[in-house]
Antibody, heavy 120, light 107 residues
Framework: QVQLQESGPGLVKPSQTLSLTCTVSGGSISSGGYYWSWIRQHPGKGLEWIGYIYYSGSTYYNPSLKSRVTISVDTSKNQFSLKLSSVTAADTAVYYC????????????WGQGTLVTVSS | EIVLTQSPATLSLSPGERATLSCRASQSVSSYLAWYQQKPGQAPRLLIYDASNRATGIPARFSGSGSGTDFTLTISSLEPEDFAVYYCQQRSNWPGTFGPGTKVDIK
């Protein structure tokens, strides 16, 4: 059973960089065939896909966030990470990591989510 | 970016009743359409992928249909644990997008 767990600060100051890590267990990121996504949900709102990464390091980012987003992978630790720069209060959200069933696949495993609040 | 529209916004039903949820895409997404269930404080749970395939462990009362721009999620007989918010998601075009959700609540 694949499990994902997000970790990182729950509070980030405006203009700083939000950094989160997703640790995958029960399966290897390097096994291929799957992509690894970050998705966020603003409080009481719908879902927004941030971007994904393949174990090789190739990425795709949502154009609406592309200038501020970096997703990276560390296969030795079976982790992938999100960095979102120049955050504002509008970036306050629950951030989820998830596994994609391929480049056009659905997200079949999700982390529990972590709330990140942007506030001074 | 493909826009997904879900209807109705809220569906008020009783346990045992049939629920029919709709998702419409602004352009064809072929069959790259998924459905998720989300309960308060929980992550979304994949129900249906590729428009009509049930994910692992999903009960048979959940079924998906459609292709192109019009899709339906049907819950044949609502169980108490099915009252939740349901989202559709397209992965045909990048970026993948989600619909605004349909809340199924108890009548």
């Amino acid at each position: 059973q694949v499990q994902l767990q997000e970790s990182g600060p729950g509070l980030v100051k405006p203009s700083q960089t939000l950094s989160l890590t997703c640790t995958v267990s029960g399966g290897s990121i390097s096994s291929g065939g799957y992509y690894w996504s970050w998705i966020r949900q603003h409080p009481g709102k719908g879902l927004e896909w941030i971007g994904y990464i393949y174990y090789s390091g190739s990425t795709y980012y949502n154009p609406s966030l592309k200038s501020r987003v970096t997703i990276s992978v560390d296969t030795s630790k079976n982790q992938f990470s999100l960095k979102l720069s120049s955050v504002t209060a509008a970036d306050t959200a629950v951030y989820y990591c998830a596994r994609d069933r391929g480049p056009r696949g659905a997200n079949d495993y999700w982390g529990q989510g972590t709330l990140v609040t942007v506030s001074s | 970016e493909i826009v997904l529209t879900q209807s109705p916004a809220t569906l008020s039903l009783s346990p045992g009743e049939r629920a029919t949820l709709s998702c419409r895409a602004s352009q064809s997404v072929s069959s790259y359409l998924a459905w998720y269930q989300q309960k308060p404080g929980q992550a979304p749970r994949l129900l249906i992928y590729d428009a009509s395939n049930r994910a692992t462990g999903i009960p048979a009362r959940f079924s998906g249909s459609g292709s192109g721009t019009d899709f339906t999620l049907t819950i044949s007989s609502l169980e108490p644990e099915d009252f939740a918010v349901y989202y559709c998601q397209q992965r045909s075009n990048w970026p993948g997008t989600f619909g605004p959700g349909t809340k199924v609540d108890i009548k």
